[in-house]
C-alpha cells in the first residue's frame, strides 16, 4: 500500500441518526515497488474534490471523472474493474482510450452497464465488445 487518496465528494445519505453524514471515500493506492505515477499525475495532489454521479440508477455510482482520474495516472495498460456495477470504470476507460475488462455477477447491473457503455459509445450492436 503506497498512499491513500480521499475522493471528497458533495455529499452522501446517511440512515443512521448516529453518524456523521460521509462525505468523502477512500482510494488506496496499491502498487509494486517500481510503480510510478504518469507524468504530471502526481500534482493532484492526495484529496480529489469531485461532484457525485447524478444520472445514474445504480445505488452507490462513482463519478466518471473519478475514474479517469484513475486511469489516466497511470501511464498504460489495461483496465480492470471486478465489479463493474453500471460501468462507470468502463466508460472512463473508453473515453481515455484504454482497453478494460469488467467483472459483474448481477445480471441487472451488467444489463445496466451495456446501456450506459452502448449510449456512451451511441452504438446498437453489443457494448460490452470492444470496439474494432
Known amino acids: 500500500m503506497r498512499q491513500i487518496i480521499i475522493w471528497r465528494r458533495s455529499g452522501g445519505i446517511n ?74 470504470t468502463a466508460i472512463a476507460a473508453e473515453k481515455l482510450k484504454r482497453p478494460w475488462v469488467g467483472i459483474e455477477q448481477s445480471a441487472n447491473y451488467v444489463s445496466l452497464a451495456a446501456r450506459r457503455i452502448g449510449k456512451m459509445r451511441d452504438i446498437t450492436d453489443d457494448p460490452m465488445t470492444p470496439p474494432a
Open 15 to 88: 440512515f443512521n441518526a448516529g453518524y456523521f453524514l460521509p462525505n468523502y471515500e477512500v482510494i488506496y493506492l496499491i502498487t509494486k515497488p517500481k510503480f510510478k505515477l504518469a507524468p504530471k499525475a502526481n500534482a493532484q495532489g492526495c484529496v480529489w474534490r469531485i461532484n457525485q454521479e447524478a444520472d445514474n440508477s445504480h445505488p452507490a455510482p462513482f463519478p466518471v471523472a473519478l475514474a479517469e482520474r484513475c486511469i489516466s495516472a497511470v501511464a498504460k495498460g489495461l483496465v480492470l474493474d471486478p465489479f463493474i456495477g453500471s460501468g462507470t
